[in-house]
Structure formats: structure tokens, C-alpha cells
């Protein structure tokens, strides 16, 4: 890893591009009509195109030697920025993940406790935690569910709770620091198109049980049934020299609050003591997401990979250089924060 401190050129991208950028990461809505009342006829823009210039300067340290490619590149992101996957943008004749292994962190603070610590191994211990919706029953759907956790299971020491039993008041009594805490479940994240999106300090949140069973897809979820930012700091949920990986949608996503802090799921983790994290920026697939976990685990645990590399070769083998909506969609969702080593 090169260290390196420079200054971007001035990029003239409107706050206004970034912000609608942010609202359509997810490559299935590029091409679709736009629904501003302002341009009823524009088509939703290509973000990994039109945000580009953000990371082209990047060419220019490559021709003078500063960075080489297969460097990592560790970066902090505020606001909007911070949920577009800086993994999928368009560099050169491919994306920026071609050239460069990445990973975020929350602020220069956070980077100085990652790189405070040694390096060290996979956690030789694995916790699961697996909540489908009442009506998920279907055998496949809930082999997906499993998959990566049954991986574990073959090369860990550690158990998981599962369906119903998997409650905030069980969580409660786990072990979860020094860890793989692997969660399969559903995630929520509050729309940013709603007029009142709610904050997401208590309102995005993990699908988790409760006293009266699992949730049931057609009914208001129960305060009880959500692990919420605020639960996790509040209960003290020690995750301390955890990896926590959040087979989740929209896992990933923050908003910035009043004090500047980043709300929202990816930081609660993080300040709940967990070294790192990989989590999610749209909806994504079930089968899809299992597959990557398990190749992600077969680089890190089984290869003895860094996360770093692990994260950015599982990407790229499932990408094979295609980087149309479709496959970015099915792939380029996961982003991985905190320690990369």
C-alpha cells in the first residue's frame, strides 16, 4: 500500500449532479425516465459515467509514479457521496476497482485507529444470524439465506441463531466480539425521495425476530423486530476486532446529521467496535449475494487474502470485465469499510 497525500484539482460537478447521482446508484434505474416534474423527458443519468471526473484525476499520480496500479486506495466520503460505491465509477477504459483495491472509512480519526492496530488474521470464530419474512418458506430462498454461513461452518469454530430465535434479547447474550458476525436478512433504509424520510439513526435498520415469531412482509414491522443504529449503541452491543458481513439491501447507506456525523447502519457497526465491514448500496439479490460472500470468504479465510484483495478479486472475477447496469448491478453493490488488511 502507497501512502500518499494530494490535493484534486478543482471538479466542476454541481451539487446538484452529485445529489442526483447519489439517488440512482443503483444501475437498474439508469435509462429510465426521470421523475422530476422540472425535465418530465430526461432519462436517468449513468452514475458510474457522470461522476467519473471525481476520480480521473487519479490518471495523472499514475503517470508520475505516485501511485501504481494495484495500490489501495482508503477513503472517507461525506453526504451524498457517501453512498455511491467509488468502486464502480468509470476510470480509463474500465472502472476505478480495475486499477485500484479500495475501502472506506469515516473519517482521518477512524483511518488512525484502523492503521493503530496490527494487522492480524480471520477471527477464528463465526457467529450467524438468519431472518427471513414469515412467507419466505421457498427451500432455494432459504439455502441462499444459509449458504455463506454453512461455508463458515466448514472452516470456523461458532454456531448461528436462526428464524425465530434470532432476537434482539438473544443477540443480547452472544459473544460478538472477535468475531465473523455474518447476518442474512432484510435491510431497510429511509427513502430519500419521501418528503419525510425519517432519520436513519432509528429508522434503517436489520429484519431481526421477536417474542411473537418472525416478520410478516404484510404487516407494520415492530419496533422489536429492527436493529436500528440506535439499538446497537444504546444496548452496547460489543463487536470489538469483529468482521461483519451484512447480507442486507441497502446496508450500506448513510445521511449525514446535524453534527456531521454519518447516520446509519455501516457507522453503528463500526462504532460499536467491529474492525470491519462489508454491507450494501442497493437492493440486491439473495442467490447473488450469497455467492459473493462465499467467494469473498474462500480469498480471505481459505486463501488468507487481505479483506482488501479478497474483496476486490471476488468483485472483478464475478464483473469479467462487464460493466454494463446489469452486471454492475448484480455485483459492484458491496463496499467494504474499516480495516482492509
Request: glycine residues 4%; charged residues 20%.
Amino acid at each position: 500500500m502507497a501512502f500518499c497525500q494530494r490535493v484534486s484539482p478543482a471538479i466542476p460537478i454541481k451539487n446538484s449532479v452529485l445529489q442526483n447521482a447519489a439517488k440512482n446508484v443503483d444501475p437498474r434505474k439508469w435509462g429510465n425516465p426521470n421523475p422530476s416534474p422540472i425535465n418530465p423527458s430526461a432519462k436517468i443519468p449513468n452514475t458510474s459515467e457522470c461522476l467519473a471526473p471525481l476520480t480521473a484525476w487519479l490518471d495523472n499520480l499514475l503517470k508520475q509514479g505516485i501511485l501504481q496500479k494495484d495500490d489501495h486506495i482508503c477513503y472517507s466520503s461525506d453526504e451524498d457521496f457517501n453512498n455511491v460505491p467509488l468502486q464502480y465509477l468509470r476510470f480509463k477504459k474500465g472502472i476505478l476497482l480495475d486499477w485500484f483495491s479500495l475501502s472506506r472509512v469515516h473519517s482521518a480519526f477512524h483511518l488512525d485507529l484502523v492503521l493503530g492496530k496490527a494487522s492480524s488474521p480471520s477471527p477464528t470464530q463465526y457467529l450467524g444470524v438468519i431472518v427471513p419474512r414469515l412467507q419466505e418458506y421457498e427451500e432455494k430462498f432459504l439455502a441462499d439465506l444459509d449458504a455463506p454461513i454453512q461455508w463458515l461452518a466448514k472452516h470456523k469454530h461458532g454456531h448461528s441463531i436462526r428464524f425465530a430465535d434470532a432476537t434482539l434479547k438473544r443477540l443480547k447474550t452472544e459473544v460478538l466480539d472477535h468475531r465473523i458476525v455474518h447476518f442474512s436478512t432484510h435491510g431497510y433504509f429511509p427513502e430519500q425521495e419521501q418528503r419525510n424520510p425519517g432519520n436513519p439513526y432509528h429508522d434503517s435498520f436489520l429484519l431481526l425476530a421477536d417474542e411473537n415469531g418472525l416478520p410478516d412482509k404484510y404487516q407494520a414491522i415492530d419496533k422489536l423486530k429492527q436493529l436500528t443504529p440506535k439499538m446497537i449503541l444504546e444496548e452496547k452491543l460489543n463487536l470489538q476486532d469483529s468482521h461483519v458481513s451484512v447480507m442486507a439491501c441497502v446496508s450500506g447507506l448513510a445521511k449525514e446529521g446535524i453534527a456531521g456525523d454519518t447516520l446509519g447502519l455501516d457507522c453503528a457497526f463500526i462504532q460499536a467496535g467491529a474492525s470491519s465491514l462489508i454491507s450494501t448500496h442497493w437492493q440486491v439479490s439473495n442467490a447473488w449475494a450469497a455467492h459473493f460472500f462465499i467467494r469473498f470468504y474462500e480469498k480471505w479465510i481459505k486463501g488468507k487474502q487481505s479483506r482488501a484483495s479478497a474483496y476486490r478479486e471476488t468483485t472483478l472475477e464475478l464483473l469479467d470485465q462487464n460493466y454494463t447496469p446489469g452486471s454492475l448491478y448484480s455485483w459492484a453493490a458491496f463496499s467494504l469499510t474499516g480495516d482492509f488488511r
